[in-house]
């Protein structure tokens, strides 16, 4: 028999009715999953205490927060209780105190849940039988686990995150690699095809040189940062491998494996290479 979320948190009946989840889901503008793994503390206040219009608690309530992280599976952030109603409309709407007896779960607990009603907050009661605990990380959540050469596609924040908080198994993975990789401009589809050498530090410091500049220092990047500025870059440019070598290969073939790709994907003529 599947276990439930109340198996584990054992809310008292006597709170049954004042619990609510508020479901933080992607939107067109911004996945908040991105922001939680910058910044779990964006998640656990702003967008769980946020309103609109629609007034999602009233004080006294306990807002549960989860956070979607794949299909059907769903992330406990944090359990607050509600301590005061700020009545703001387009802002942070309340104030609450994290429940201490529910820490332990915080980034952990990862539940199985068919949400089929759109509204963001649930009360508890109606559903807590149908979330099934899907598994108890070791370790607080932080979605970036090296997924392996061929699987990696990163957008600019997600290259920022993990390079400036050091990722240990990223680190590993690029440091001492070659490769040939691909930067893809998701506004328009244009394409940027380059290359990570021994000449240039491998391909850690080749991409974090793009989070530190934008451009990395490529003529036609240079000039489109200077026009549309680093924030263009930040929303629409992802970073994948084309092919990855390890340290001992020799960088000229690298460098011919680099020019076969930019002519298969006709990268000078319709992308972002100069050359």
Known sequence: ?????DDLLRIPQSDMDK?????????PDEDPLDLYRKNPDIINTQWLFWR???????????????????????LLTTIKKITKDLNIVGGISYDGDELPE??????????????TSQAQGIYYKNVCDEL???????AAFDGYDFPGYDEVRLTWEQLEIIIKQHKKDWMAALQNQKAVYLITDRSNGKLYVGSATSDNGML?????NYIDSGHGGNKELIELVNKEGIDYIKRNFQYSI???????????VILERESWWKETLQSRKFGYNAN
């Open 52 to 74: 609109k219009q629609r007034r999602y608690f009233y004080e006294g309530q306990i807002a549960v927060c989860f956070l979607k992280i794949g299909w059907d599976k769903w």
């Open 242 to 252: 084309l092919e990855n070598y390890n340290a001992k290969m020799d960088d000229n």
């Open 19 to 27: 619990v609510k989840i508020k479901f933080n889901q992607p939107s």
């Open 132 to 138: 099934l605990v899907n598994q108890l990380l070791p």
């Open 102 to 115: 529910y820490k332990p779960y915080y980034g952990r607990l990862i539940i199985q849940f068919h949400k």
């Open 1 to 5: 028999m599947p276990l439930k979320i």
């Open 204 to 208: 850690l410091q080749r991409w974090a």
